[in-house]
């Protein structure tokens, strides 16, 4: 049975507490909040298919403190991946 992890759920709910204050005001549709959560799913999208790429030049151009690709690439779609929770648990705990 998948379960949700403790440092799971402290990172997301660390993401949600970041929110700008500007922004922490009730979405005013689902509509709304479909387009935030697609917006964040497109950055995920968007690191899954070509951070890869980019963590390597990182890799590369960087040979001062070199850093595995592979660890730059998870960590971004990792953070990606909060974001998308976050905007997911914001519209749960609004419904």
Same mark, same amino acid.
């Given at each position: 049975?998948?379960?949700? %992890?403790?440092?799971? &759920?402290?990172?997301? /709910?660390?993401?949600?507490?970041?929110?700008?204050?500007? @922004?922490? $005001?009730?979405? /005013?549709? !689902?509509?709304? *909040?479909?387009? !935030? +959560?697609?917006?964040? @799913? +497109?950055?995920?999208?968007?690191? +899954?298919?070509?951070?890869? $790429? $980019? &963590? %390597?030049?990182?890799?590369?151009? /960087?040979?001062?403190?070199? =850093?595995?690709? %592979?660890?730059?690439?998870?960590? %971004? =779609? $990792?953070?990606? *991946? =909060?974001? !998308?929770? *976050?905007?997911? &648990?914001?519209?749960?705990?609004?419904?």
């Amino acid at each position: 049975m998948l379960t949700l %992890k403790p440092e799971t &759920a402290s990172l997301i /709910n660390d993401e949600l507490e970041s929110i700008p204050e500007r @922004y922490q $005001k009730p979405f /005013n549709s !689902v509509h709304e *909040a479909l387009g !935030v +959560i697609r917006e964040e @799913y +497109i950055e995920l999208e968007q690191e +899954i298919f070509f951070g890869e $790429k $980019k &963590a %390597k030049e990182h890799h590369f151009a /960087n040979d001062e403190f070199p =850093i595995d690709p %592979k660890e730059i690439w998870n960590r %971004k =779609i $990792k953070r990606e *991946a =909060i974001q !998308v929770a *976050a905007m997911c &648990a914001r519209l749960i705990q609004e419904l």
